[in-house]
């Protein structure tokens, strides 16, 4: 309370002689501290001057300004879990007038969270958030404040605690420099983990992968640290840390790890160059390194040991290098080291390319099928070298019954065929080979099926039936003429004894004639198999050959491929066993080519008969042979001729 008089004037007060002070003359402030019992309260004044007194009373004295009276957090769940919503309430009374309440959370003010309530001078504020992890700990406050008064503030603070799954980061250890890591050194990580609970694991990922302590590789782990020792290329790559408690499992962000190296060779990339001579070639070296930046150095080592260092050659200065080599004689053949360095320092091994004459690839090896069904077949083999370049993949497939080819692929990839709509129930000759710019490959034949049909199987299971009760009554027919013949033999025998003498000689007269070859030994498992009628031809001494270095031999004579030109062209009629093989002819034999030439091939067939005639031309030394299709009933369908040529 202040009062001003002019000129000076003395004050008192009649109310409550405690309740206001006279401080002074003229001017007089007067401040007390008022309670809210003094509320209303009647003030009676005089003020005496100079000249006179004046008496003034204050009808009424209403108090407006008290602090806060009290402040208090009313809900504390004593547990929290992270993501868990938790509303808090604030409670402050006494405040004239109502006080108002803020909050924090940490150093954070979260008034915008809270929502405040009024009751008289009670005032109520809720708090509402959601915990996380970086809430434990920290201190959640009420503050209520008079806003008339500033210094009237009161508080009440709760400590969260909050229970979360790990937190993790990882870093370099202090003393790693991480940005220049060179192979040899040691390198130091930390886990920083924060938990509550605290943790009860803790792994570490290397690429993705576990990583565990290994001494003898440098792999050392030691609680929440891991200490690698002597890096190189090897240890680059990306590693993170895992920890586990009570509340889940946290990962740390990947830190990745770069080493410097020294260059070294490039995996997959060409090491053999097949190069014909005065034929320029560029060979490719390329190196991985960190930094990138190289300077290359290029030897050739020649075939008598000598090296040169070469110095044509392109640079590019990112990891890779181009020498041009062109081998002019024998001895310039051999192979040419690729050096490189950065400034870490040298390669430790140099890459080596062979240069090599080129030439065709070598012959399919291990060719398997692979699966058969009704109309396909899948053959699959392995690759032989490639002469030098690149290579292609070939297979073919002939029909043995009709004579005709199939089926032509091509791979530029793999020797693996899957070669689809076979008629059902065939046999085929299955040629492969692979060839390069500089020729083919030898050959490589084998046979193959595709499997019967549903209604063959059937009708040959009706036929099985069938042939297995007839069996049984010939075997019980047989059995009987048999006891038939023996009785009639005994009788004969004493009767032909006497002229024995006359029938051998006759009979070895016979064989001097039309001597009969005897049973090939690898004609029971001779692909190339034709049933004939028994017809006559003159015999000559022939070596048998396997089939499939017959395939070879046509193969490789460069003429379009065909069925004549893949079996064997010179044949022979075994009598014995009335069938066609192939053969070939002995240096003996050669001479007699026109005896040589077959005289007749017949094969019955379902709807036609096919006559093949073979004469001896001697102008062109050797055999032709027509070929007559004529249907049953007399109908001619045409001729076709084809060469027959023995070996010269």
Same mark, same amino acid.
């Given at each position: 309370?202040?009062?001003?008089?002019?000129?000076?004037?003395?004050?008192?007060?009649?109310?409550?002689?405690?309740?206001?002070?006279?401080?002074?003359?003229?001017?007089?402030?007067?401040?007390?501290?008022?309670?809210l019992l003094d509320h209303y309260l009647k003030i009676s004044a005089t003020f005496d001057l100079v000249y006179t007194t004046i008496n003034s009373i204050f009808p009424v004295l209403s108090i407006q300004r008290v602090k806060p009276q009290s402040v208090q957090i009313t809900t504390v769940p004593t547990v929290l879990k992270a993501g868990q919503r938790v509303e808090v309430n604030c409670q402050s009374e006494g405040s004239r007038p109502p006080a108002?309440?803020?909050?924090?959370?940490?150093?954070?003010?979260?008034?915008?969270?809270?929502?405040?309530?009024?009751?008289?001078?009670?005032?109520?504020?809720?708090?509402?958030?959601?915990?996380?992890?970086?809430?434990?700990?920290?201190?959640?406050?009420?503050?209520?404040?008079?806003?008339?008064?500033?210094?009237?503030?009161?508080?009440?603070?709760?400590?969260?605690?909050?229970?979360?799954?790990?937190?993790?980061?990882?870093?370099?250890?202090?003393?790693?420099?991480?940005?220049?890591?060179?192979?040899?050194?040691? +390198?130091?990580?930390? &886990?920083?983990?924060?938990?509550? %609970?605290?943790?009860?694991?803790? @792994? !570490?990922? $290397? =690429? *993705?992968?576990?990583?565990?302590?290994?001494?003898?590789?440098?792999?050392?782990?030691?609680?929440?640290?891991?200490?690698?020792?002597?890096?190189?290329?090897?240890?680059?790559?990306?590693?993170?840390?895992?920890?586990?408690?009570?509340?889940?499992?946290?990962?740390?962000?990947?830190?990745?790890?770069?080493?410097?190296?020294?260059?070294?060779?490039?995996?997959?990339?060409?090491?053999?160059?097949?190069?014909?001579?005065?034929?320029? +070639?560029?060979?490719? &070296?390329?190196?991985?390194?960190? %930094?990138?930046?190289?300077?290359? @150095? !290029?030897? $050739? =080592? *020649?075939?008598?040991?000598?090296?040169?260092?070469?110095?044509?050659?392109?640079?590019?200065?990112?990891?890779?290098?181009?020498?041009?080599?062109?081998?002019?004689?024998?001895?310039?053949?051999?192979?040419?080291?690729?050096?490189?360095?950065n400034e870490v320092g040298n390669m430790r091994d140099p890459c080596i390319f062979n240069i090599v004459p080129t030439g065709p690839p070598e012959p399919l090896q291990n060719c398997t099928i692979t699966n058969q069904s009704f109309s396909s077949l899948s053959l699959s083999c392995d690759i032989g070298d490639d002469g030098g370049s690149k290579q292609s993949f070939h297979l073919e497939i002939y029909s043995m019954r009709r004579e005709q080819l199939?089926?032509?692929?091509?791979?530029?990839?793999?020797?693996?065929?899957?070669?689809?709509?076979?008629?059902?129930?065939?046999?085929?000759?299955?040629?492969?080979?692979?060839?390069?710019?500089?020729?083919?490959?030898?050959?490589?034949?084998?046979?193959?099926?595709?499997?019967?049909?549903?209604?063959?199987?059937?009708?040959?299971?009706?036929?099985?039936?069938?042939?297995?009760?007839?069996?049984?009554?010939?075997?019980?027919?047989?059995?009987?003429?048999?006891?038939?013949?023996?009785?009639?033999?005994?009788?004969?025998?004493?009767?032909?004894?006497?002229?024995?003498?006359?029938?051998?000689?006759?009979?070895?007269?016979?064989?001097?004639?039309?001597?009969?070859?005897?049973?090939?030994?690898?004609?029971?498992?001779?692909?190339?198999?034709?049933?004939?009628?028994?017809?006559?031809?003159?015999?000559?001494?022939?070596?048998?050959?396997?089939?499939?270095?017959?395939?070879?031999?046509?193969?490789?004579?460069?003429?379009?491929?065909?069925?004549?030109?893949?079996?064997?062209?010179?044949?022979?009629?075994?009598?014995?066993?009335?069938?066609?093989?192939?053969?070939?002819?002995?240096?003996?034999?050669?001479?007699?080519?026109?005896?040589?030439?077959?005289?007749?091939?017949?094969?019955?067939?379902?709807?036609?008969?096919?006559?093949?005639?073979?004469?001896?031309?001697?102008?062109?030394?050797?055999?032709?042979?027509?070929?007559?299709?004529?249907?049953?009933?007399?109908?001619?369908?045409?001729?076709?001729?084809?060469?027959?040529?023995?070996?010269?």
């Amino acid at each position: 309370m202040e009062c001003l008089t002019s000129p000076h004037a003395q004050f008192s007060q009649k109310a409550n002689p405690n309740l206001l002070k006279q401080l002074g003359n003229g001017l007089c402030p007067v401040m007390n501290r008022i309670s809210l019992l003094d509320h209303y309260l009647k003030i009676s004044a005089t003020f005496d001057l100079v000249y006179t007194t004046i008496n003034s009373i204050f009808p009424v004295l209403s108090i407006q300004r008290v602090k806060p009276q009290s402040v208090q957090i009313t809900t504390v769940p004593t547990v929290l879990k992270a993501g868990q919503r938790v509303e808090v309430n604030c409670q402050s009374e006494g405040s004239r007038p109502p006080a108002r309440i803020s909050w924090t959370k940490g150093s954070e003010r979260v008034d915008h969270l809270a929502i405040q309530n009024t009751f008289g001078s009670i005032s109520v504020s809720t708090l509402s958030f959601v915990a996380s992890g970086e809430d434990n700990g920290k201190k959640l406050t009420c503050e209520a404040q008079n806003p008339k008064l500033p210094e009237s503030a009161l508080r009440d603070s709760w400590t969260l605690n909050v229970l979360y799954p790990p937190q993790l980061s990882l870093v370099f250890g202090a003393s790693v420099q991480y940005e220049h890591i060179r192979e040899g050194s040691d +390198v130091y990580f930390e &886990c920083n983990i924060q938990a509550n %609970p605290p943790v009860s694991e803790v @792994k !570490w990922l $290397f =690429n *993705s992968k576990n990583l565990v302590h290994d001494s003898l590789r440098g792999i050392i782990v030691r609680n929440h640290s891991l200490l690698l020792h002597n890096v190189g290329r090897r240890n680059r790559g990306t590693y993170q840390c895992l920890a586990s408690n009570a509340q889940g499992r946290g990962r740390s962000e990947e830190v990745v790890l770069r080493v410097q190296y020294s260059p070294v060779c490039s995996e997959r990339q060409r090491r053999n160059y097949g190069v014909a001579k005065n034929e320029e +070639v560029n060979v490719l &070296c390329s190196v991985d390194s960190d %930094p990138q930046e190289v300077a290359f @150095k !290029w030897v $050739f =080592n *020649s075939s008598l040991s000598e090296t040169t260092d070469l110095f044509s050659f392109i640079n590019n200065g990112t990891g890779k290098s181009i020498a041009k080599f062109t081998p002019k004689t024998k001895t310039d053949y051999g192979a040419l080291y690729c050096f490189a360095k950065n400034e870490v320092g040298n390669m430790r091994d140099p890459c080596i390319f062979n240069i090599v004459p080129t030439g065709p690839p070598e012959p399919l090896q291990n060719c398997t099928i692979t699966n058969q069904s009704f109309s396909s077949l899948s053959l699959s083999c392995d690759i032989g070298d490639d002469g030098g370049s690149k290579q292609s993949f070939h297979l073919e497939i002939y029909s043995m019954r009709r004579e005709q080819l199939l089926a032509n692929v091509t791979s530029h990839e793999n020797p693996s065929f899957i070669v689809r709509g076979l008629p059902a129930g065939t046999s085929f000759i299955v040629v492969v080979y692979s060839s390069n710019s500089k020729g083919r490959s030898t050959s490589v034949a084998l046979t193959a099926s595709t499997l019967f049909s549903a209604e063959r199987q059937t009708e040959d299971e009706n036929k099985s039936v069938i042939s297995a009760v007839l069996l049984v009554s010939l075997a019980a027919l047989g059995t009987l003429a048999l006891l038939a013949v023996a009785a009639v033999v005994a009788v004969v025998k004493n009767k032909t004894r006497s002229s024995s003498n006359e029938v051998a000689t006759t009979g070895q007269e016979m064989v001097e004639k039309n001597p009969k070859p005897s049973k090939p030994a690898f004609e029971d498992g001779n692909p190339y198999v034709y049933h004939t009628r028994e017809v006559t031809t003159d015999y000559v001494h022939l070596t048998p050959k396997s089939a499939s270095e017959c395939i070879y031999e046509r193969l490789m004579d460069g003429k379009p491929s065909s069925y004549e030109t893949v079996l064997c062209r010179s044949h022979v009629l075994n009598e014995e066993f009335n069938r066609w093989v192939p053969h070939e002819l002995t240096a003996e034999d050669k001479s007699k080519r026109k005896a040589a030439c077959l005289a007749l091939l017949r094969d019955q067939r379902k709807e036609k008969i096919v006559d093949r005639i073979v004469t001896y031309d001697k102008k062109k030394n050797g055999c032709t042979a027509t070929i007559q299709a004529v249907k049953e009933g007399g109908q001619h369908l045409g001729n076709q001729q084809d060469w027959l040529q023995d070996e010269p």
